[in-house]
């Protein structure tokens, strides 16, 4: 049990821990409400702990609780000699006060192991830099993760009968019905996907993946711009293979619809530098985020997004190329790892995440080439834990023939693969190669909309 001098340091309540213990005691029907927010390690004191973690087992048991069954088991439990919890059981029986008050009480005791888990922290982050172990990097990621872990915390017993989440559905149709444009998730401003998609949904895990050279990354900065544009809010771009310079040129490139090369390499025309002035204007208006840190892993994904206030959207680029934590030689449970955590994460923050993935080769081997879900590469947990999965394919022969470019842009299939929330199918989408710019094209005429 805490000795004297860690009574007086660590935050508790005393009346408050015994308040809760004496109600159940006189009125066990009580335990029911507290359960569903109130853990054992929630009271400081361990002989409540044990009381409470005790009363617990008995309500799971279907045992009645009072003031002898409790003495019983805790005696046979061996945490307390006969005598002693004789005598302090009744007293927490004697203390009893009103029950209606337990809502403040469980809000008082909660409020106390939160501070208790603040100090608890701070201390493992200050032996950590102390320690001057690691990289800084790690230590900051460490510190954050253990904060919002606490700040994050929402255990919680209750259920939601299905009849609270009916009205809440109805009110939902309700809404939709007047704000017709508010269905669905973030719009990617690409018509002939959204139909399908219905928008990106908060918590949704969307996989985009394809060869390389097909133009995943652009199309993902192309969403990532039309989101940010229509909604307002903040959209996170993490790029491990390119530079943050390297991603403003494609960008700068799709929005002036000028050729990335000429922008590299200087070669602009006089009129083009209004073009340009519009593109820099445009996208600088914009809440894009971008983050080029490579050997990144989704703990330092997760500790930068925390830091956002206002995030409709979070792109990823690429999944094979995230670190992992465990540090294993197995690929497939490293990149299952991985997927697992950023799924979570997504469910989190409540907003969706793009992760861009490659394809295994053996798609380049059949003679039907277009991507199918078990060309995922490295682990058929990206396919388990995705919401949505989309696959890029600019192989698209026609009477034998290839897909060469004219009029400047190629047509490149999007494949809606897996939709939890919907349907799945396909789309044709204008692939402007010289700019990095991806247009839905007009299904009666093939031609770019």
Known sequence: ??????????????????????????????????????????????????????????????????????????????????????????????????????DEYIRIIKEKRVLRRLI?????????????????SDIVDYAEKSIFDISADKYSDRFVHIREAIVSALSEYHYLEQHPEGAGGQKTGFSCIDRYLIGLGPGDLVILGARPGVGKTSFALNIATNVARSSKKEVAIFNLEMTTGQLVNRMMSSEAGISSSSLRMGRIL?????????????????????????????????????????????????????????????????????????KLMAKDIGVPVILLSQLARRSEQRTEKRPMLSDL?????????????????????????????????????????????????????????????????????????
Not at 120 to 125: K, M, N, T
Not at 289 to 294: I, R, W
Request: aromatic share 6%.
């Open 1 to 102: 049990m805490p000795d004297n001098d860690a009574l007086r340091r660590m935050p508790y309540s005393l009346e408050a821990e015994q308040a809760i213990l004496g109600i159940i005691l006189v009125d066990p029907q009580k335990i029911a409400k507290v359960t569903e927010t109130v853990r054992p390690e929630d009271f400081y004191l361990e002989r409540h702990s044990v009381l409470y973690d005790a009363m617990t087992d008995m309500f799971r048991s279907n045992v009645e609780i009072d003031v002898v069954t409790l003495i019983d088991r805790v005696t046979r439990l061996g945490a307390y000699t006969e005598g002693d919890a004789a005598k302090y059981i009744k007293l927490l029986a004697d203390l009893a006060s009103s029950a209606g008050n337990i």
């Open 120 to 136: 608890e922290a701070s201390g493992s982050i200050a032996d950590s830099a102390y320690s001057e172990l690691g990289d800084v």
């Open 270 to 342: 006089p009129e083009e530098w209004t073009r340009i002035a519009t593109a820099a204007s445009s996208l600088s208006s914009l809440d894009i985020l971008l983050d080029d840190t490579s050997d990144i892993t989704t703990t330092a994904i997760k500790a930068k997004l925390r830091r956002c206030k206002n995030l409709g959207l979070v792109v990823i680029d690429y999944l094979q190329l995230i670190r992992g934590e465990s540090h294993t030689d197995n690929k497939v449970l490293e990149v299952a790892d991985i997927t697992r955590d950023l």
């Open 377 to 449: 590469r490295d682990s058929g947990a990206i396919e388990q834990d995705a919401d949505i999965v989309i696959f890029l394919n600019k192989d698209m022969p026609k009477d034998g023939e290839s897909n060469p470019a004219a009029n400047g842009f190629e047509v490149c299939e999007c494949i809606v693969a897996k939709n939890r929330h919907g349907a799945t199918g396909t789309s044709r989408l204008a692939w402007y190669g010289t700019n990095f710019r991806f247009v839905s094209v007009d299904e009666e005429t093939n031609e770019p909309g």
